[in-house]
């Protein structure tokens, strides 16, 4: 296991030779002790960003593509190591696991084939003076920001187009979750990918390290994937030096359930929208919306199935749902839970937070929810689904659309032109209509309002790391 700074090509401990733990979110214990990279780190991965940009961006497309290809395969080959590594330091379950390793490594070999998918333009001005030609450059050194949710998806959604761009970068993973972030670098070094094209920068002084790299005139993007907060914070900065941003943001996805809907596929979309990485996810159904007509029967049905749910230690086969990542999320969860629960809501399953060791929370379903409870304003992230009821399709929109949130909507309906109409009426980037998952290396991901700027995935996630370059040519 790689625990030293990714800088250049090389292993390196940090210059001021400080590390930080790394602990398992199953029992709190220290599993790993990580390179804490500060502002000297940062700026010696930009050198390395910066020196390795021209070669990587004249390398042909389709030996660019290759690389990541072959990081798809290594990928692909080594998926129970990975997800085994995964589960270890973010603690969800094995099976959600092995699933992000494949959602991942996909990145890898969509964007290997949108790499040979440069396209430009070509034509005669109005004014018949000029010809209008226009090409795409890589945007420079990128610096890139993630979470740690989806310790390796949050990286390879970045760094698969980045480099299938043509782009150099610098990446920050998230303190919590590290390990996979370095094992990515190393897959990617022994899939051909040069030395310095991509460094990978652990650090807990994540406002420091990002601060000071925004502040080099050499980095001309930032991806950020985290809180609606610390993304306020890094887009003011950026502003500083007019760096190209893409910003996935909070969420608080609206789940909307109308009476006339294949109640079957509602709970089983119900459960993957709400439970899929135990609800550490941006796109985690976040309020629940039914039909008054079958409100009882909808929450009655949802709140047998998340009460059957095994939860364990992520590292355990047969456990559905791990603990959650650190004491302040658990911490959080069980905040808005007793809060709503105070204010009148009912538990009909879980509802309290276990004794003993390790960041638990049980599944919870939550009825008579107050309008106003915060835990229908702020992103939950943990496997709690608070159900509010509606009557009709107007009410249905105006309480989905009440949130500053706008990334993902999932509505389920027997009726597809009600679906399509109030997937139109939604405020969100995406929809999932009579479908509880969204997320796919090939569709556009990403959100409207305060949940973000920019998409990933999809021909655009390859766009936002290019700019266009025109060049009017007379001859
Ligand atoms: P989450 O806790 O959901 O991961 P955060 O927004 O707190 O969301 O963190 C996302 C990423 O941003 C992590 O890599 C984290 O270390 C980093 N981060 C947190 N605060 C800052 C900051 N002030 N400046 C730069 N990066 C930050």
Redesign the pocket.
Known sequence: METELFIGGKWVPASSGNRFDVLDPATGDVIASVADGGESDAIAAVDAAAEAGPAWAATPPRVRGEALRKAWELMTERADELAKLISLENGKALVDAKGEVTYAAEFFRWFAEEAVRGEGQFATAPSGANRILVTRQPVGVCVL?????FPAAMATRKIGPALAAGCTVVL????DTPLTALAMAAILAEAGVPFGVVNVLPSRS??KV??RMLKDARVRKLS????T??GR??LAQAAENVVNTSMELGGNAPFLVFADADLDAAIEGAMIAKMRNGGEACTAANRFYVEASIADEFSRRLAARMSAMRVGPGTDESTQVGPLVNEDTVAKVDSLVRDAVEAGAKAETGGSRPSGAGFYYPPTVLTGVAPDAAILREEIFGPVAPIVTFTGEDEAVRLANDTEYGLVAYVYTGDLARGLRVSEAIEAGMVGLNRGLVSDPAAPFGGVKQSGIGREGGHEGLLEYLESKYIAVNW
Do not use: C
């Not at 950020?224 to 809180?227: A, D, E, I, N």
């Open positions: 920001v993630t979470p740690w949710n920050k993973p998230a303190s994540s406002g990002v601060g950020f994937t985290g809180s907060e610390v914070i890094l």
